[in-house]
């Protein structure tokens, strides 16, 4: 068995490598600091708009948009990301995480996840900032609540990554808050989850060097994490695609401002992984993305400056559109 897959990994990986780009187009513009998405159980996007304290959902089909929820903790004055980040469904229920917003910061609202009933009316479930606080990383930070980045449904809760203090916490719909994974100053971003397996994206300590942008995996009771994959910078997301193809997503090149900042614009890409370990580029050139969904064949990416873009044909033939 061991001969059959080390012939079959170069021959996937050089067949990933010889795909042509897949097209990009625009669907969606106009967001308010679009950062974390999901895809509901209408088979709509659901994507956080920070800057705003809403969620908004958009029609894959059309590229409509409309409100879904609002009055959110938005992003504060002066601060450069914070607000509702991320969303969810849990049981048919949405949830919002929000991060950067408490008194630690000049805000007055909670850290933590917020539930969202069918009227759009929300309040805060879970209080991951006083967890926080009263709990902090061993790492080296500077923000006492953290900084939350993405949340995935988990048994009965969520996992929440924190690329500040460098962990995934899990929090239960009562509201408990614990430590699912710690890490070194890794910078955890996006995450998938697979049956007892979690799939999580990291960016890597500054300057996120691209041997840093990493797909580690692991589970409950993993004595260490198992690398997926690695080659991209800044990676922000990971998804799980048809068959067993898996995908991430690179920000890009750190743009050098300070710790915490972004890509420069137009340097990110959405790659797929092979199996020896590697990544090929599925579309480069994408400015600022944060996020990602798949539905079907159609990778949906999320940007910072508040655009929806679709990317067809993500997957070749063998593993994506059947012929």
């Known amino acids: 068995m061991r001969t059959v897959r080390s012939a079959l990994f170069p021959a996937l990986a050089a067949f990933a490598l010889a795909l042509p780009q897949a097209a990009q187009a625009q669907l969606a513009s106009g967001l308010a600091g679009s950062i974390g998405s999901t895809v509901g159980p209408d088979g709509a996007l659901y994507v956080a708009e920070s800057a705003a304290g809403r969620i908004a959902r958009i029609d894959p089909m059309t590229g409509a948009v409309s409100t879904f929820a609002e009055g959110l903790p938005a992003t504060l004055p002066g601060i450069p990301l914070g607000g509702a980040v991320d969303v969810a469904f849990h049981g048919g229920t949405a949830y919002a995480l929000v991060t950067m ?137 990971v998804e799980r695609g048809r068959g067993q193809t898996m995908f991430a997503l690179s920000q890009g090149t750190w743009n050098g401002d300070f710790p915490g900042s972004p890509a420069s614009p137009d340097t990110g890409s959405l790659v797929r992984v092979n199996g020896d370990g590697s990544f090929s580029t599925v579309a480069d050139g994408l400015s600022l993305p944060s996020s990602f969904e798949i539905i079907g064949n159609t990778a949906y990416v999320v940007t910072l400056l508040g655009e929806v873009w679709a990317i067809d044909d993500i997957a070749g033939p063998s593993f994506g559109k059947a012929h």
């Open 101 to 237: 917003v408490g008194p630690d910061l000049g805000g007055s609202d909670v850290v933590g996840i917020y539930r969202i009933d069918a009227t759009g009316n929300h309040e805060p479930i879970a209080d991951i900032g006083r967890f926080t606080i009263a709990n902090p990383s061993p790492t080296d930070w500077f923000i006492p609540t953290g900084v939350q980045y993405a949340m995935e449904p988990w048994r009965g809760g969520f996992l929440v990554t924190d690329g500040h203090h460098n962990r995934v916490l899990i929090v239960t719909l009562d509201g408990e808050v614990s430590e699912f994974r710690s890490f070194d100053n890794i910078v955890p971003t996006g995450l998938e989850v697979l049956g007892k397996t979690v799939y999580m994206a990291r960016m890597g300590e500054t300057p996120h060097p691209a041997q840093e942008g990493q797909v580690v995996a692991f589970g409950p009771k993993s004595a260490s994490e198992r690398l997926v994959a690695s080659g991209a910078p800044m990676l922000v997301d």
